[in-house]
């Protein structure tokens, strides 16, 4: 199995119907021209039908080669959580894909490793890809925290996870400090932590298993720094938010990954 290369749009909460259903069908009509690259659009959780619906998803298939993701869900299968979704809710509504733990889930929701961990092995039973964020912040960079604090996400979300679960999640490492805000990591600054990542997959899996699994970058991917970052020998897409809502960014960004 070899590292797929994987670009998936995180549109946090933004669009209305009308437009998420445009931006759909505008992904959609060019995916034939980046081959290489899964592409994966995460709306809101109430758009993912209405997503779902435009690319046409039916079972385990695409028409349109582009797949869906949820943005977040909940560890357990049913209940009394007001507001929630269920893992089995994203694979009714045809997501192969969801995001767990990114920094403003953590942030702004408390979401701590513990709860990503419990998250991501929820989404292996359903049958979902977690898509596992980590990173620091710009304090944690400038005290040379970065190592430590990624070491510790990694190790904290991916806790107690077979080797067989390992080879199925793709990990985004998105510095805090590059999300939203237009300063994105350096290529070698994001391949440095990349490495280490990969470094670390082989520690709690193998390294055969390291070695296929996708690394994504995020904070701050646009069509014109997406190049220099997919040259990197560990940075294997990207995890888009602000350019993933437009159609013609997010394709040029894909296309950079599609060698
Ligand atoms: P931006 O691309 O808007 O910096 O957001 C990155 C991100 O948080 C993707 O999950």
Redesign the pocket.
């Known amino acids: 199995m070899a590292r797929q290369k994987i670009v998936a749009g995180?549109w946090k909460m933004n669009l209305d119907r009308a437009a998420a259903v445009a931006l759909t069908e505008g992904v959609a009509a060019r995916r034939s021209e980046v081959p290489g690259v899964e592409l994966v659009l995460c709306p809101p959780s109430l758009y993912v039908g209405t997503v779902g619906t435009a690319l046409k998803l039916a079972g385990d298939t695409s028409p349109s080669g582009v797949w869906l993701g949820g943005q977040n869900m909940h560890d357990k299968p049913s209940g009394a959580f007001t507001g929630e979704v269920a893992p089995a809710m994203l694979t009714d509504m045809g997501c192969r894909y969801v995001i767990l733990g990114?920094s403003e889930r953590r942030t702004l929701f408390g979401e701590t490793d513990a709860i990503v961990n419990a998250k991501a092995k929820a989404a292996l039973a359903a049958g979902l890809v977690p898509i596992v964020c980590v990173g620091e912040t710009l304090e944690e960079r400038e005290a040379g925290k970065t190592q430590t604090v990624v070491t510790a996400q990694v190790r904290g979300s991916l806790a107690g996870l077979s080797p067989e679960d390992l080879a199925k999640v793709v990990i985004a490492y998105?510095p805090v400090w590059?999300?939203?805000t237009g300063k994105v990591a350096t290529p070698e600054q994001a391949q440095e932590v990349h490495a280490l990542i990969r470094s670390l997959l082989a520690n709690l899996a193998s390294p055969a298993v390291a070695a296929d699994v996708t690394i994504q970058y995020?904070?701050?991917?646009k069509p014109d720094n997406a190049a220099s970052l997919a040259a990197q020998p560990d940075i294997d897409g990207a995890?888009?938010?602000?350019?993933s809502l437009k159609a013609a960014d997010f394709l040029g960004i894909a296309a950079a990954f599609n060698s």
């Open positions: 995180n990114h998105e590059a999300i939203g995020g904070g701050s991917v995890l888009v938010g602000g350019a």
